[in-house]
Nanobody, 115 residues
Framework: QVQLVESGGGLVQPGGSLRLSCVAS????????MGWYRQAPGKQRELVAA???????NYADSVKGRFTISKNSARNTVYLQMNSLKPEDTAVYYC?????????WGQGTQVTVSS
């Protein structure tokens, strides 16, 4: 079992930047892939970015070139650096991992992009 706690969300103007953090309750980043997801009102939750234990990354087409996922295994923390934010990036952002047959989610952090 693992607990995930996100932070770093907030209100930002279009074109601005935010960095989200996700802290895991135990050392899993070198064992299991981690992902950032988001869910906008009225829409399905979607994968934004993911990182494997070997630091391979992948991104949704909508965020490529603007978002960067990274991790600090010593701190059990995964980051999502978000640049050039757009109003359509507004959503609740969740950190997630899957261990065996169980998927774990954090509580989410709200990101609002608005002028």
């Amino acid at each position: 079992q693992v607990q995930l706690v996100e932070s770093g969300g907030g209100l930002v103007q279009p074109g601005g930047s935010l960095r989200l953090s996700c802290v895991a309750s135990r050392s899993i980043l070198n064992i299991y892939p981690m992902g950032w997801y988001r869910q906008a009102p009225g829409k399905q939750r979607e994968l934004v970015a993911a990182i494997t234990p070997l630091d391979t990354t992948n991104y949704a087409d909508s965020v490529k070139g603007r978002f960067t996922i990274s991790k600090n295994s010593a701190r059990n923390t995964v980051y999502l650096q978000m640049n050039s934010l757009k109003p359509e990036d507004t959503a609740v952002y969740y950190c997630s991992t899957a261990i065996a047959t169980t998927t774990y989610w954090g509580q989410g952090t709200q990101v609002t992009v608005s002028s």
